[in-house]
């Protein structure tokens, strides 16, 4: 369950010990995530649901050092990334962390095989063009390989962005509604090699989605609401998140109408 285990335990993938964000403005703090304590285990595959506004992409922003936290704690691998400088920050991102973002974030000059290189190139490290080319045969572009972004259809593009995300061969990657931009056959394609990335490969991943269909690839399902984790499904079927998911965004509204009535 959410919160039971440990979040100092080194043997977890990712672990949030207390992890707050509060947003500060002159119209009012905002509290995005009130106090999320959870532990993931090495090679599993967690789907993160929640109405919007529940703090689903803060939560996997946060976790992924993108965002600080307002207090709490955050490991990676059992190394802590809170109160880490920018500079640290980006370097273990560098080497630990993939990413695979809905509207795939491909530089459009550069080739498919250059899209995919690129953080190699940025971390410094050399560029294993066989490595390369391998990761892509296997996501089924490796005849596209001096192809531009806009060359390929959305599917393509996605899978050359898990090719990028993988090519690093980090321990945890997060994905944030890698399907939102897809149609249905090439979501369900994305979704596979996802698995393929955790069956086979061994890496943790972590997705934010709003979709049950994409949520039932995952080995468990985490449900937010209001920046609280709120249940854990596992071993989801489609019509069990949507069923979860109804009965959750029902609550969200009958709290909003009683905090409107008081």
Avoid: W
């Avoid at 919007?52 to 955050?74: E, F, H, M, V, Y």
């Avoid at 994409?214 to 949507?242: C, E, K």
């Amino acid at each position: 369950m959410p919160g039971s285990p440990s979040a100092l335990d080194t043997d977890q993938a990712l672990c949030l010990d207390g992890v707050t964000k509060i947003y500060r403005s002159a119209g009012g703090d905002v509290t995005a995530l009130g106090g999320v304590t959870l532990a993931l285990r090495e090679g599993t595959f967690t789907a993160v649901m929640g109405p919007s506004g529940s703090g689903k992409s803060t939560l996997l922003q946060c976790a992924a050092g993108l965002d600080a936290p307002t207090s709490g704690r955050i490991l990676v691998g059992g190394v802590e990334m809170s109160g880490a400088s920018e500079a640290e920050l980006t370097k273990f991102r560098r080497g630990r962390i993939g990413f695979v973002f809905q509207h795939f974030n491909l530089l459009p000059t550069l080739s498919v095989l250059q899209n995919t290189t690129l953080p190699l190139r940025l971390a410094g490290k050399r560029i294993d063009r066989r490595q390369a080319v391998e990761m892509l045969t296997r996501v089924g572009l490796g005849s596209r390989l001096d192809h531009l972004p806009s060359q390929l259809s959305g599917g393509q593009q996605q899978r050359v962005a898990i090719a990028r995300a993988l090519v690093t061969r980090p321990r945890l990657v997060f994905a944030d509604e890698p399907t939102g931009a897809l149609d249905t056959r090439s979501a369900r394609e994305v979704l596979g090699l996802l698995q393929e990335a955790v069956r086979i490969d061994g890496r943790t991943l972590v997705m934010v989605t709003h979709d049950p269909v994409a949520a039932s690839y995952a080995d468990q399902v985490l449900f937010l609401a209001d920046g609280v984790l709120v249940g854990r499904l596992a071993n989801p079927t489609a019509a069990g998140v949507a069923e979860r998911m109804t009965l959750l965004a029902a609550g969200v509204a009958h709290r909003a109408t009683a905090a409107g009535r008081a």
